[in-house]
């Protein structure tokens, strides 16, 4: 098997950590080599945070190219836009359909680009979730990213138990119920 690139990307605080050690943990289970890479902008202060996902027979090194990533995780439209020229050309770009505003936004020196996801979908493969409400809908908006990451697992080559499986043994014990049925809305979308 040839080594598969995942990316994720997203702002502080959105999860983009527990989400890859999700991923890494599903990969680990079933046998392969897996680099894991976190590149943090100023996450505590609502920066980008990035985190490369590889694994394969065997994987050299953890970072991933412009051009390589079979599955772009975005948790922000804008961090979908920012980091696009990773995705392969075949490759499938999964975006939380969220808007948080960067400081330049925030102090007026720049503005939020309109129809980011509508652009993207003319080039690339695009799947979309307004994953914040669904979570608020549940109750929980802090599991909006499982619910990112159910849709993004139709695009691997794992079963929906297996990820239930790990997401069980991954998440605090308090809140493996909801991370469950999060993940399922995400998965069955």
Do not use: C
Request: proline letters at 4%; aromatic letters at 8%.
């Amino acid at each position: 098997m040839e080594t598969k690139n995942i990316m994720i990307v997203g702002v502080g605080g959105q999860g983009t950590l527990l989400t890859s050690r999700i991923l890494g943990s599903i990969m680990l289970t079933a046998g392969y080599d897996v680099k894991l890479s976190e590149v943090h902008g100023m996450a505590q202060r609502g920066g980008s945070v990035v985190t490369f996902v590889r694994y394969g027979e065997k994987v050299a090194e953890p970072i991933v190219e412009e051009g390589q990533a079979d599955v772009l995780i975005a948790f922000e439209r804008l961090e979908a836009m920012r980091y696009v020229q990773y995705l392969k050309e075949d490759g499938v770009l999964i975006v939380n359909d969220q808007r948080i505003d960067p400081m330049p936004v925030v102090t007026g020196a720049a503005q939020y680009p309109e129809n980011i996801i509508e652009n993207l979908s003319k080039k690339y493969k695009v799947y979309s979730i307004d994953a914040q409400s669904e979570a608020l809908k549940m109750g929980n908006p802090k599991v909006f990213n499982i619910i990112v990451l159910g849709m993004a697992a139709k695009h691997m080559n794992f079963k929906k138990e297996e990820w239930l499986d790990v997401i069980e043994k991954t998440v605090p014990p308090k809140t493996i119920d909801i991370n469950k049925q999060a993940f399922i809305k995400g998965f069955d979308f």
